[in-house]
């Protein structure tokens, strides 16, 4: 040292690494607050544990420039270690700009004493100033042991040496995520470079030569080169086996953290990995990203393998009589293939997929890269090749997080490839201590990595997770797709994940629906979840030739959107089996199902309006039979009830060959809140519902003796039914929906526009709906007009309404027509009267949803809207308080037009949606 005690004075002072700044002392990077960004997970976690590198606040705070004064204090925290650099303090100031009780004062005079980090000239250091990556890189050369002097850091060629030295020689500038060392450093990238520079070669010269001048001559010696600093040197505290790096050269960390150990060792995976300890604890194993060749995320070819190694290299791998092989494959963690044939693996020109399916696991083709499997490529400096093979598995929280527990309970997805159930192997559930899973609802999808403790891949073996994170879900318009390939969605193209059987990928779409996908971290579809599987399905009641002889025939269709129409088909596949199919052509169909080869019953599609469809019954892998019953008076009325599991429990029921079904058998029939039903009204209405708790009541008397229809289908290992189609027309019985503000729309007004699609006529209305005014398009099949509510409004994919039910009179709705009404708010009820005798009080309840609609009279001029809205044809009040609505009536009598209410139940008199249509007054 240059006589520090001249400048420094050791003392005993609390100082931060940040400056000003609240610090919170972390060990490891997942201690941080900011833990998801961190890049440089290794570095952050070994100069955090050291005690080199602190959070600001709790936060890494990675992205934030570093600065000269905090780059001064990291170098004496690595150089003295953490309380010795805390307690320097500089006796004067070191620079102008630089006052002796600054928090850095005492580092910054450190490194100028020892030529670490120089001012900007003036007398000035520019604390707060960026530092770029050059001359953080010569502070660090200069703590390795390079003579700035000697190396000639100094002066205009300073930059372009230091760059030198520390790409090629010291090798300190490996990982950094910047382009360039002239850039201004980021604090991770500093934490990078200082990490670098512990495992760097101290260095000294044997020379670092002279002038000496005497009278008129002066001699110059040249300086020695650096060399790095050897055993031979007798370090101190040095021992044969002391170090990070058993090469007998001091590393950075071997003279100043000497009881920071590094060990090379394998991951759970089976990667080359470095493990760090200090002092007695581990602070992680780390994946030795020096030793990778090239990763995949999709398919690695045998070609590419045999050229990212190189052909020389591939061809040693080769079985000999002389050489072991140099080759190791890890799946899952599980070495399974230590003496394998390397053209599985290497092969030039190939483009088939490196690898060879797991003996255990061949149907499933574990072992084999593709979409969605991360294959890596490891090869030491001996030519030693590793390859290594991840999967992603899904699961689906099947409840809440348990807070007392601290568990969500947890069940793979039932991804079923040629009969093996890919994922059995799981746990049953994730615990919070080792993954944050706090925040799990029932139903999110989860995609997790696995490590075997056996040599042998899964098939019922314990497994180890190693990672858990929330799967992607993208819902968008599917445009295109090819089926076992990829779909395209809001223009995107996803293609499967490789661990799929052709079951999953053979997933049918309707083009112009909606889909959702549910993607691993690649971006890879992992499933469909169930909501889209709708798009796809439809029940046909019958088939018929249509009277066309020559042309495809007709079946009668239900979507699962409430839509009913004729449909031409096509083709017909049948499942027999669960290997074996038979199809129907155009001209088979019929005679088919006349003959009973086909039956009514839920099917799947494709196809889109226009053009002829393909049908085919569901696929006995995935799906049970289509099954139809039924449903016959009991001693309870409702024989199909809303918001019952067992939804057919209260009916008597009978199969198709009119025998009686036993009650046993009518316990497994069960639905929930994902159940999509399509139900036909005794007038022929259609209309769709989801779950349970939307689904209608169907009630029948005990002199109704026509049964209702019903028919389901269900997934082959599901107890829940994911289709219901429930045909009540022509039996008698009532359909009494439970109702749902969401599914209103009142018709304001015409536009007298219209647009014609194909053979189709659409007209524009004003209307409300889902609690808004809109435009929209209907259908010139629905005979839709102003003033009226409808309900169960079925859309197409463009918005376009294609059907709706008009709100009638039952148990629990009223539909009343005013003439000389009025409506008058007594406290928390609401009186109706809508004729001059006749009246409805009504309770005003915490969730009533109450509107008001002012339609302009044809021939009145003191109707409503002359004083409210002068010139206009409505106005609208939505969701406003029974007050309100009293308030803007209580001038007018007399009054004429509609008032729409659904009940909370039927017997009771609270008001669950109200709507009241004023389109004639008089002024009292």
Same mark, same amino acid.
């Given at each position: ?467 858990? #994170?929330?799967?992607? +879900?993208?819902?968008?318009? !599917? %445009?295109? &797709? @090819?089926?076992?390939?990829?779909? /395209? ?73 409430? #839509?009913?129409?004729? +449909?031409?088909?096509?083709? !017909? %596949?049948? &499942? @027999?089996?669960?290997?074996?199919? /038979? ?342």
């Amino acid at each position: 040292m240059k006589n520090l005690k001249k400048v420094l004075a050791l003392v005993l002072v609390v100082a931060s690494l940040m400056g000003m700044a609240t610090m919170a002392s972390a060990t490891k990077s997942d201690d941080y607050s900011d833990a998801d960004s961190i890049t440089h997970v290794e570095a952050v976690d070994v100069m955090s544990t050291i005690g080199v590198f602190d959070g600001i606040s709790g936060s890494f705070s990675g992205d934030s420039i570093l600065t000269r004064e905090q780059a001064a204090k990291i170098i004496t925290y690595m150089i003295l270690g953490k309380d010795d650099a805390d307690a320097l303090v500089a006796s004067v100031a070191p620079y102008t700009d630089v006052s002796r009780d600054r928090w850095s004062a005492g580092s910054i005079a450190y490194c100028k004493n020892e030529g670490i980090l120089a001012g900007v000239g003036n007398g000035r250091f520019e604390p707060d100033g960026k530092l770029t990556g050059v001359a953080f890189a010569k502070m660090c050369l200069v703590a390795l042991g390079y003579d700035p002097d000697v190396e000639i850091l100094t002066g205009s060629q300073w930059a372009v040496n230091t760059s030198k030295i520390a790409i090629a020689e010291a090798g300190i500038t490996s990982n950094l995520s910047q382009v360039s060392l002239a850039d201004e450093m980021s604090r991770e990238d500093a934490c990078q470079m200082a990490f670098n520079t512990l495992q760097a070669d101290m260095v000294d010269y044997e020379d670092r030569g002279s002038i000496i001048t005497a009278g008129d001559v002066t001699i110059s010696n040249k300086p020695s080169k650096a060399k790095p600093v050897s055993w031979e040197t007798k370090w101190a505290n040095a021992t044969e086996n002391t170090g990070i790096n058993d090469d007998k050269i001091q590393q950075f960390a071997e003279k100043y953290f000497s009881k920071l150990k590094k060990d090379t060792t394998t991951d759970s995976f089976g990667r080359p990995s470095t493990t760090w300890k200090y002092k007695a604890d581990e602070i992680g194993t780390y994946v030795d990203t020096s030793k990778l060749v090239q990763s995949w995320t999709a398919k690695a070819s045998k070609g590419d393998m045999y050229s990212a190694i190189g052909g020389s290299i591939a061809e040693k791998l080769k079985p000999s009589n002389t050489k072991e092989y140099g080759l190791k494959v890890f799946v899952d963690s599980s070495e399974y293939r230590t003496d394998c044939d390397t053209d599985v693996y290497f092969k030039k020109n190939s483009t088939a997929a490196a690898g060879q399916a797991v003996s255990t696991a061949s149907t499933s083709n574990i072992g084999v890269s593709g979409n969605g499997v991360l294959t890596e490529l490891y090869m030491d400096d001996d030519d030693n090749v590793t390859v290594v093979m991840i999967n992603t598995y899904l699961v689906k929280a099947t409840a809440d997080y348990n807070t007392v527990t601290e568990r969500v309970n947890i069940e793979p997805m039932d991804i079923d490839n040629k009969n093996q159930v890919v994922g059995n192997f799981l746990p049953a559930y994730i615990s919070n201590d080792d993954f944050s899973v706090s925040n799990v609802k029932e139903g999110d999808y989860l995609l997790v990595t696995v490590s075997f403790d056996s040599k042998t891949w899964g098939d019922n073996k314990e497994c180890n997770l190693e990672s858990v #994170t929330p799967a992607t +879900i993208q819902t968008a318009t !599917v %445009t295109e &797709y @090819t089926e076992h390939d990829d779909v /395209t969605m809001g223009g995107t193209k996803y293609s499967y994940n490789k661990i799929l059987g052709e079951e999953e990928t053979g997933e049918l779409f309707t083009i112009n629906s909606d889909a959702t996908l549910v993607l691993d971290t690649y971006g890879y579809i992992m499933c469909v979840d169930d909501a889209s599987s709708s798009n796809n399905f439809v029940y046909i009641s019958e088939f018929d030739d249509g009277g066309h002889f020559d042309k495809a025939p007709v079946a009668d269709a239900y979507f699962t959107d409430g #839509t009913n129409t004729e +449909i031409s088909v096509n083709k !017909v %596949t049948k &499942y @027999t089996t669960s290997t074996a199919s /038979t199809s129907y052509n155009k001209n088979k169909i019929v005679s088919a199902y006349k003959t009973g080869n086909l039956k009514a019953g839920w099917y799947t599609f494709t196809g889109t309006s226009g053009s002829q469809y393909t049908l085919r019954t569901p696929d006995l892998n995935r799906y049970k039979e289509s099954q139809s019953v039924g449903a016959y008076y009991n001693s309870n009325d409702t024989v199909i009830k809303s918001g019952s599991v067992k939804f057919l429990s209260n009916a008597i029921v009978k199969d198709t060959g009119g025998t009686v079904v036993s009650s046993t058998e009518i316990e497994k029939i069960k639905a929930n809140d994902k159940t999509i039903f399509v139900v036909r009204n005794d007038d022929g209405d259609v209309n769709s519902y989801t779950g349970v708790s939307n689904a209608p009541d169907v009630k029948m008397t005990s002199n109704i003796t026509k049964g209702v229809k019903v028919s389901w289908i269900a997934k082959k290992n599901s107890d829940y039914v994911s289709f219901v189609f429930i045909d009540a027309f022509d039996t008698g019985a009532d359909v009494a929906d439970v109702g749902g503000t969401a599914d209103y729309m009142f018709v304001l007004k015409s536009t007298n526009n219209e647009t014609h699609v194909g053979d189709l006529t659409y007209y524009k209305y004003k209307v409300i709906i889902d609690g808004k005014e809109e435009e929209r398009w209907v259908s010139s099949k629905e005979d839709v007009e102003k003033g009226v509510l409808y309900k169960n409004i079925r859309e197409d994919s463009h918005g376009r309404i294609t059907g709706v039910t008009e709100f009638k009179d039952t148990s629990r709705q009223l539909v009343l027509n005013m003439t000389g009404g009025k409506v008058e708010r007594h406290g928390s009820a609401l009186n109706i009267a809508y004729t001059s005798t006749e009246d409805v009080d009504l309770i005003v309840g915490s969730k009533s949803n109450i509107n008001l609609i002012l339609g302009k009279a044809d021939s009145k001029t003191n109707d409503l809207l002359t004083e409210y809205a002068d010139g206009e044809s409505y106005m609208h009040y939505l969701n406003v308080s029974a007050s309100y609505v009293s308030s803007i009536l209580s001038n007018y009598k007399d009054l004429g037009g509609k008032v729409y209410l659904l009940k909370e139940d039927d017997d009771s008199e609270v008001i669950d949606t109200l709507w009241i249509y004023v389109d004639d007054s008089d002024e009292k």
